[in-house]
């Protein structure tokens, strides 16, 4: 276990945020990314953007969506790759504060999201798709590209400075320049001066020491060596050494606002917070809201269902470890938090018995933590039999079993790898005990 600073021990403690893509293209009602996708008009866009003014933005209503959904972070970009600010940047009038809405939406998201004691983190892209100078790059225009560069450094500068305690900087975009095409040394350097246990993503650039992938970190090996914690993105990918967090939609595919875009159901969006707290990361889970500044009906419901589901078994994933002891896939998920295993069921068969195969620590309690019921359990060398679970799924998502263990729960010595992983030979034995030929009763014939 990799050692974490004991300013960013709430990250893994938390486990389940919420990511807000919102800006003016929530009003185009097609994502976030329709200005490149599209090739829209430059000045069309800008028109329109500045024209924005979401009259039913509440920020205080989007905090409390997210503490009943038993979030504990948020994070809300700041700017997208459209260069749009939402706050009273000095840097531009290209802001919500100095356009027609006239209003520093950074602020009122930042105190709402404290006031329900959230933590706060701020998304902010490096790219902005209306300046030349960010598409040439500093190889062909190294004039602009010191310009431009200043400018995203002053910008990050506000934001680091404006808003209090800040407890995520979240870069994007950084694509197709290096880190040191960014100055990123130099830009952390500020970061860590004026935000000293602040927690910074994994995107910022391409180093020379080694590459991210294309989307700065959709994969293995995407990390940078400024970054914090890693961020696969619509993946749920482990980052053993270090912390991470995977982000992902509440939709089918978009991030921002889209028109007829198709919802993820509840136990999907659950499913994917239980994958990745089994794994030893985090949730961000997206939201795009609408143009007007409200969140989705079909995301608040979603979102409600995730809370009450955590409001009872919460202790299987905050602050809860990576529990992959033994194998379990057939039945679902495993956690581990000191010397309790919690065994999170995706697949409920209604035979009213749960068998455990290759826990060697021994069992004294088993709960079914869902009702709060005491089960009978059986424990032999290999398996672990718990009886007396209900026929029906005792709740429409997940299910939990908690299983109260003599110490912290460990495998037994052929159960440490799981299937298609480390020596075979390990399963000789097991084997062997049926025969050694291929009949059906294992008896070798003459």
Same mark, same amino acid.
């Given at each position: 276990?990799?050692?974490?600073?004991?300013?960013?021990?709430?990250?893994?403690?938390?486990?389940?945020?919420?990511?807000?893509?919102?800006?003016?293209?929530?009003? +185009?009602?097609?994502?976030?990314?329709?200005?490149?996708?599209?090739?829209?008009? *430059?000045?069309?866009?800008?028109?329109?953007?500045?024209?924005?003014?979401?009259?039913?933005?509440?920020?205080?209503?989007?905090?409390?969506?997210?503490?009943? $959904?038993?979030?504990?972070?948020?994070?809300?970009?700041?700017?997208?790759? &459209?260069?749009?600010?939402?706050?009273? %940047? #000095?840097?531009?009038?290209?802001?919500?504060?100095?356009?027609?809405?006239?209003?520093?939406?950074?602020?009122?998201? @930042?105190?709402?999201?404290?006031?329900?004691?959230?933590?706060?983190?701020?998304?902010?892209?490096?790219?902005?798709?209306? +300046?030349?100078?960010?598409?040439?790059?500093?190889?062909?225009?190294?004039?602009?590209?010191?310009?431009?560069?200043?400018?995203?450094? $002053?910008?990050?500068?506000?934001?680091?400075?404006?808003?209090?305690?800040?407890?995520?900087?979240?870069? &994007?975009?950084?694509?197709?320049?290096?880190?040191?095409?960014?100055?990123?040394?130099?830009?952390?350097?500020?970061?860590?001066?004026? *935000?000293?246990?602040?927690?910074?993503?994994?995107?910022?650039?391409?180093?020379?020491?080694?590459?991210?992938?294309?989307?700065?970190?959709?994969?293995?090996?995407?990390?940078?060596?400024?970054?914090?914690?890693?961020?696969?993105?619509?993946? +749920?990918?482990?980052?053993?050494?270090?912390?991470?967090?995977?982000?992902? @939609?509440?939709?089918?595919?978009?991030?921002?606002?889209?028109?007829?875009?198709?919802?993820?159901?509840?136990?999907?969006?659950?499913?994917?917070?239980?994958?990745?707290? %089994?794994?030893?990361?985090?949730?961000?889970?997206?939201?795009?809201?609408?143009?007007?500044?409200?969140?989705?009906?079909?995301?608040?419901?979603?979102?409600?269902?995730?809370?009450?589901?955590?409001? @009872?078994?919460?202790?299987?994933?905050?602050?809860?470890?990576?529990?992959?002891?033994?194998?379990? +896939?057939?039945?679902?998920? *495993?956690?581990?938090?000191?010397?309790?295993?919690?065994?999170?069921?995706?697949?409920?068969?209604? *035979?009213?018995?749960?068998?455990?195969?290759?826990?060697?620590?021994?069992?004294?309690?088993?709960?079914?933590?869902?009702?709060?019921?005491?089960?009978?359990?059986?424990?032999?060398?290999?398996?672990?039999?718990? %009886?007396?679970?209900?026929?029906?799924?005792?709740?429409?998502?997940?299910?939990?079993?908690?299983?109260?263990?003599?110490?912290?729960? #460990?495998?037994?010595?052929?159960?440490?790898?799981?299937?298609?992983?480390?020596?075979?030979?390990?399963?000789?034995?097991?084997?062997?005990?049926?025969?050694? %030929?291929?009949?059906? &009763?294992?008896?070798?014939?003459?």
């Amino acid at each position: 276990m990799y050692a974490i600073p004991d300013e960013w021990r709430w990250f893994p403690e938390a486990r389940f945020g919420m990511f807000i893509h919102w800006g003016p293209y929530s009003r +185009i009602g097609r994502g976030e990314q329709p200005l490149f996708r599209e090739h829209l008009d *430059q000045r069309a866009y800008a028109a329109m953007a500045c024209d924005w003014c979401p009259t039913r933005f509440d920020a205080a209503a989007w905090a409390r969506v997210a503490k009943r $959904a038993g979030m504990r972070y948020a994070i809300l970009t700041s700017r997208h790759h &459209d260069g749009f600010c939402l706050w009273n %940047s #000095q840097c531009t009038d290209y802001t919500s504060a100095s356009q027609a809405a006239g209003r520093d939406f950074v602020r009122e998201y @930042v105190d709402a999201f404290r006031a329900e004691g959230l933590r706060v983190g701020l998304y902010y892209s490096l790219a902005d798709w209306r +300046i030349p100078a960010y598409w040439e790059g500093p190889a062909h225009d190294p004039a602009g590209w010191e310009r431009f560069c200043s400018y995203v450094h $002053a910008q990050v500068r506000e934001l680091v400075t404006n808003y209090g305690r800040l407890d995520v900087l979240w870069f &994007d975009g950084a694509w197709p320049h290096s880190a040191e095409d960014w100055r990123a040394a130099e830009l952390v350097a500020m970061i860590r001066e004026l *935000q000293p246990g602040i927690l910074i993503n994994n995107r910022l650039g391409r180093s020379a020491e080694g590459a991210t992938s294309a989307d700065g970190g959709a994969g293995p090996g995407a990390a940078t060596e400024w970054g914090d914690f890693g961020t696969p993105e619509h993946h +749920i990918i482990a980052e053993p050494g270090r912390l991470w967090e995977s982000c992902q @939609v509440s939709t089918w595919r978009l991030w921002g606002h889209a028109r007829g875009e198709r919802w993820r159901p509840a136990d999907v969006l659950l499913d994917m917070l239980v994958e990745a707290a %089994s794994k030893g990361g985090n949730l961000l889970l997206n939201v795009g809201p609408t143009p007007e500044g409200e969140l989705p009906a079909a995301f608040v419901a979603r979102a409600e269902a995730l809370g009450r589901w955590l409001a @009872v078994h919460g202790e299987a994933i905050y602050g809860a470890e990576a529990g992959d002891v033994c194998e379990f +896939i057939t039945y679902g998920y *495993q956690t581990v938090k000191g010397n309790a295993l919690y065994l999170i069921v995706r697949f409920w068969d209604g *035979q009213g018995v749960l068998r455990l195969a290759g826990l060697d620590t021994r069992v004294e309690r088993a709960v079914l933590l869902t009702t709060g019921q005491e089960l009978a359990f059986e424990q032999g060398v290999d398996e672990l039999a718990i %009886s007396g679970l209900p026929i029906e799924p005792p709740t429409e998502l997940l299910p939990v079993i908690k299983l109260e263990c003599a110490g912290r729960p #460990q495998p037994r010595p052929w159960a440490k790898d799981r299937l298609w992983q480390g020596d075979p030979r390990r399963m000789t034995s097991w084997a062997a005990a049926r025969g050694t %030929s291929v009949w059906a &009763d294992g008896r070798e014939r003459a």
